[in-house]
């Protein structure tokens, strides 16, 4: 699945380009695309951790193209591991950082045509209440860069 819609489209790579030089100096290690409700209470999270490792060679990078297409195949199909969303839902693409690198973000040029907030802490629910399900996705690990990709999954998503 992909998204035709080109404002969708320019989000996303607004959101790539941005968080780009973040992520060659690890200082990104955890990208997550939540999927939320009218409530903006979130139903879905695919979440992926990574690490980028020394080792930028020519066959890393081959290597880390046939993870990555493995994880997006993989990511197609999950649907059918998920429960059906209701019919309005949104997404925000949330970015996990270290602590400085949120003003260092702010202090580049890009940050102004694509600015980014501090989100709330959405982890607010009781221990045990609703806590959701963690459906793993693929991990894999190379030369270049160690990956995992989840889900977490709102029990109930009424």
């Known amino acids: 699945m992909?998204?035709?819609?080109?404002?969708?489209?320019?989000?996303?790579?607004?959101?790539?380009?941005t968080i780009q030089q973040f992520v060659n100096?690890?200082?990104?290690y955890m990208l997550v695309l939540q999927i939320t409700n009218n409530d903006n209470q979130p139903l879905e999270k695919f979440c992926f951790e990574m690490k980028l490792l020394e080792n930028?060679?020519?066959?890393?990078?081959?290597?880390?193209?046939?993870?990555?297409?493995?994880?997006?195949?993989k990511?197609?199909?999950?649907?059918?591991?998920?429960?059906?969303?209701?019919?309005?839902?949104?997404?925000?693409?949330?970015?996990?950082?270290k602590r400085l690198t949120l003003?260092?973000?702010?202090?580049?040029s890009t940050f102004m045509d694509f600015p980014w907030i501090r989100s709330e802490n959405t982890n607010k629910s009781q221990q045990g209440k609703d806590e959701p399900v963690?459906?793993?996705?693929?991990?894999?690990?190379t030369q270049a860069f160690v990956l995992q990709c989840f889900v977490e999954e709102k029990k109930t998503k009424n």
Do not use: W
């Open 25 to 28: 100096k690890g200082e990104i």
């Open 103 to 108: 003003s260092q973000m702010q202090e580049s």
């Open 134 to 141: 963690i459906i793993p996705i693929r991990s894999c690990s």
């Open 56 to 73: 930028q060679s020519k066959q890393c990078f081959l290597d880390m193209e046939t993870h990555l297409r493995a994880l997006l195949l």
């Open 75 to 97: 990511i197609n199909t999950c649907e059918s591991m998920l429960q059906p969303l209701p019919n309005e839902c949104s997404f925000q693409v949330l970015v996990h950082t």
């Open 2 to 17: 992909m998204s035709q819609h080109p404002d969708v489209n320019e989000y996303i790579k607004d959101v790539l380009s």
